[in-house]
């Protein structure tokens, strides 16, 4: 939430003011923080979203660098998805095509027995 905040109320302009922009993003990833933190502490799984208008609707591309299965997947989905379904409240359109990129989905050992019911 801290990197994403203050990033809000510009993308809905961007959206409202220039309905064919391919600008309005919402960067999680920053280099300067995240790069001094590799291998030593967490750093955001989430690197960007971003919204376009589109055939009237608001069409978001979401771009993960990793994502749990089991732990985080199902709340990245969500909390993308809700962020949508605002921004096209706010907009006034519905929203639109949800496109997700994940370079690493994956299960951690200790959480294999959780998916045998599946």
Known sequence: AERMHWQLGPVITEL????????AIIEIHDRALDQKKMGKQRVPC????????RDGKLDLIYMMRSTDF???FQNDIWMAAEIQKRFAEILEIPP?????FASS???YKKDWDSLLPY
């Open 16 to 23: 409202a003011e220039h309905p064919e922009t391919r600008q």
């Open 46 to 53: 989430s690197l960007m979203y971003q919204f376009m208008r």
């Open 70 to 72: 089991v732990t985080h």
């Open 96 to 100: 639109g095509k949800f496109i997700m």
């Open 105 to 107: 989905l994956h299960c």
